[in-house]
């Protein structure tokens, strides 16, 4: 194969690949040759059963483009001059990562905390600071940036910027931009609690809510001054972020709009003492990634999930809970869905007694634990009577005889699919980013179980794939 040359693509294109290839941890030339031999199903796993055995019937899943394609939303940020601009620099790669092209503007404030350089860095575009700059004025370049985007954000904005729009100033780039625009406009206010409660700034927000803008915050914490504490937290650039794409995202459409998804996702954490409990590695990375495709598809989504370091997806109902007892209750409480996915690594087992006190060591040894078995999430709500989802999904995570072990599972939880994936410690899927799947679908009418076998893909591309896989069967059962 010829040497792989990029410099020829669009910058567009090129930009893609580099963030890509940055999640991945490798080289943009290593990312096109992954995207070409996943095209071509280099390598895809085969499932191999003994001769002996009849095995069912397989179809290959469809490739999907691994190249995600650019959501076209122009954003320009307006960073104003306070301690939370800093967090500003962070907004702009949240932004980044949903494919948001950022422009930024500096008022002079915010050059105090933050520099150009670094903002320009991070968006890759030039950064804007003076109403009265040449190069960009020859053409009212305030004006473009006020109406070539599709928002404004302004973060943080002060209780000074909040002032002077509420009253119509545009004495400098900032508030040009502010008064010149025709589009929506997002504020993530960021000030002392004082400042936040003065009379003067809630008249000024009133006046401004009137006139249409929207507001995001500001939270309740820590303030940079020693001793302060209140709210005047600028909201987290994740929540401004999603806050965004709320605003920018049209009304939903999608394969499974009007449709209800109860999904599962995380470990569970049965106490042995209040200091000690038994879980396992999940990570909830993968139940989260259908959660958020499913939402993407236009569902209405219930994600129930155990202890997990991760963000709330944008447009999820999210239930925290710790213990699978807690599980069952919330997802029985969800009920009824047109579609259940059990992705959560449920503790098979907890203590049948748990420790008021912390167990302590002792000479006589080990103190010891009696296990009982867990409530069977998957297995109870496949077999309801009433209220069970019309498709109910399972995740079979192994170590050995993977196909085996999850058609096995299939039958005897008396659910519809089961999503089989290796979970040996050399894959590295627990905790990790790619995941490498088989979907073991039952047979209608005691037909033969069908098996799609699809390539090492990152979850979120799995959830995308299992998303599609499902309306296309709910397509199809509408359409007889």
Request: glycine share 8%; charged share 25%.
């Amino acid at each position: 194969m010829a040497s792989l040359t990029v410099r020829k693509l669009d910058e567009a294109l090129k930009a893609q690949l580099r963030l890509r290839a940055a999640r991945h941890g490798r080289s943009v030339e290593d990312e096109v040759r992954t995207i070409l031999r996943e095209a071509t199903h280099e390598g895809a796993p085969q499932v191999r059963r003994q001769e002996h055995q009849r095995a069912p019937e397989i179809k290959s899943m469809p490739t999907l483009s691994s190249v995600a394609s650019s959501t076209g939303f122009k954003v320009t940020l307006i960073i104003g001059g306070g301690i939370a601009a800093y967090k500003a620099l962070d907004l702009i790669r949240r932004l980044k990562e949903r494919d948001v092209h950022v422009r930024c503007v500096l008022t002079r404030g915010a050059q105090q905390f933050v520099t150009a350089l670094s903002a320009s860095a991070l968006a890759h575009e030039h950064v804007y600071t003076d109403l009265f700059d040449p190069k960009s004025e020859f053409d009212a370049g305030h004006i473009r940036l006020a109406r070539d985007c599709d928002m404004i954000v302004v973060a943080p904005a002060t209780a000074d910027l909040m002032a002077k729009m509420a009253h119509g100033h545009a004495d400098d780039l900032a508030t040009a931009i502010l008064l010149a625009s025709n589009r929506p406009v997002l504020l993530a206010p960021a000030m002392n609690p004082l400042m936040w409660n003065n009379p003067s700034t809630r008249r000024n927000l009133a006046q401004l809510k009137t006139d249409g803008i929207l507001v995001i915050g500001p939270n309740a914490g820590e303030m940079a001054e020693a001793n302060e504490a209140g709210i005047g937290r600028m909201a987290e650039p994740i929540e401004i972020a999603n806050a965004a794409m709320e605003i920018l995202r049209p009304a939903p459409v999608g394969p499974l709009v009007g449709k209800r998804i109860l999904i599962t996702a995380g470990p569970t954490h049965e106490p042995i003492d209040p200091v000690r409990y038994i879980a396992n590695r999940s990570s909830g990375k993968q139940g989260f990634a259908i959660a958020a495709s499913a939402a993407a598809a236009g569902a209405n989504v219930t994600l129930v999930s155990g202890p997990v370091g991760l963000n709330d997806p944008p447009g999820v109902r999210v239930i925290r809970v710790e213990a699978a007892r807690d599980m069952l209750r919330q997802v029985e409480d969800a009920l009824p869905a047109d579609i259940a996915i059990f992705a959560a690594a449920v503790a098979d087992w907890r203590v049948a007694r748990e420790g008021d006190q912390k167990i302590k060591k002792t000479s006589s040894g080990m103190p010891p634990l009696q296990l009982v078995e867990n409530p069977d999430i998957l297995a109870t709500i496949s077999k309801l009577k009433q209220k069970r989802p019309p498709l109910v999904i399972g995740f079979a995570a192994e170590t050995e005889h993977l196909i085996d072990n999850a058609m096995s599972k299939l039958l005897r939880k008396g659910c519809d699919w089961i999503v089989a994936n290796d979970v040996s410690p050399s894959g590295g899927v627990m905790g990790g980013d790619r995941n490498t799947v088989h979907l073991l679908m039952k047979g209608k009418s005691g037909g033969e179980t069908k098996i799609e076998s699809w390539p090492a893909m990152m979850k979120d591309d799995v959830a995308s794939a299992l998303v599609d896989r499902i309306a296309r069967e709910i397509s199809a059962a509408e359409s007889t």
